[in-house]
T-cell receptor
Framework: DGGITQSPKYLFRKEGQNVTLSCEQN?????MYWYRQDPGQGLRLIYY???????QKGDIAEGYSVSREKKESFPLTVTSAQKNPTAFYLC??????????????FGPGTRLLVL | QKEVEQDPGPLSVPEGAIVSLNCTYS??????FMWYRQYSRKGPELLMY????GNKEDGRFTAQVDKSSKYISLFIRDSQPSDSATYLC????????????FGQGTILTVHP
């Protein structure tokens, strides 16, 4: 089955701890995205990557970091600098490239909670 | 002013009702207008999209875009309890990398 997987489904973070959320896709998509979803605020873009070994900050990148070493994988690290990390995190991918209708396909999400 | 504004609701309707979900946007460069549906504790899924102004129908769903007033709508006819979800509008375009700008989402409940 083609799709996007995220793990874990639930993640607990202690104060001062860095945690990493996994995102893998087998859709052969070039572009990948990370969003944060809070109640009443919709989806806010954290980071995005158009191609391997390249990524850009989104609207709320502070306190987060990413890497894109492989086309299929785009892990997100929530660092201790992110003071309010409790949220639902969504990973998405799209075909990428210019001139394409950029339909984004989403994973099932990871819910991060602070202990 | 947010780039995309969407009434968060919540909206509660009886089964069989016609539902109207709306968004306004400020960026005139937007060309594609997508609607995503998100069930509770799940990732969003693309419901339908339109290009430029006009209407598009898909079964019980109709998407409508008026670029002159920067207003987009999603109509659901004969609503069903299975339509209960959060609906997110997402205009796009005017860029080369496919970044979407999402509205806040409208929470819809259709009760039997």
């Amino acid at each position: 089955d083609g799709g996007i997987t995220q793990s874990p489904k639930y993640l607990f973070r202690k104060e001062g701890q860095n945690v990493t959320l996994s995102c893998e896709q087998n859709l052969n998509h070039d572009a990948m995205y990370w969003y944060r979803q809070d109640p009443g605020q919709g989806l806010r873009l954290i980071y995005y990557s158009q191609i391997v070994n390249d990524f850009q900050k989104g609207d709320i990148a502070e306190g987060y970091s990413v890497s894109r070493e492989k086309k299929e994988s785009f892990p997100l690290t929530v660092t201790s600098a992110q003071k309010n990390p409790t949220a639902f995190y969504l990973c998405a991918s799209s075909i990428g490239g210019q001139g394409n209708l950029q339909t984004q396909y989403f994973g099932p999400g990871t819910r991060l909670l602070v202990l | 002013q947010k780039e995309v504004e969407q009434d968060p609701g919540p909206l509660s309707v009886p089964e069989g009702a016609i539902v109207s979900l709306n968004c306004t946007y400020s960026n005139s460069a937007f060309q594609y207008f997508m609607w995503y549906r998100q069930y509770s504790r799940k990732g969003p899924e693309l419901l339908m999209y339109t290009y430029s102004s006009g209407n598009k129908e898909d079964g019980r769903f109709t998407a409508q875009v008026d670029k002159s007033s920067k207003y987009i709508s999603l109509f659901i006819r004969d609503s069903q309890p299975s339509d209960s979800a959060t609906y997110l509008c997402a205009p796009a375009g005017g860029t080369s990398y496919g970044k979407l700008t999402f509205g806040q989402g409208t929470i819809l409940t259709v009760h039997p």
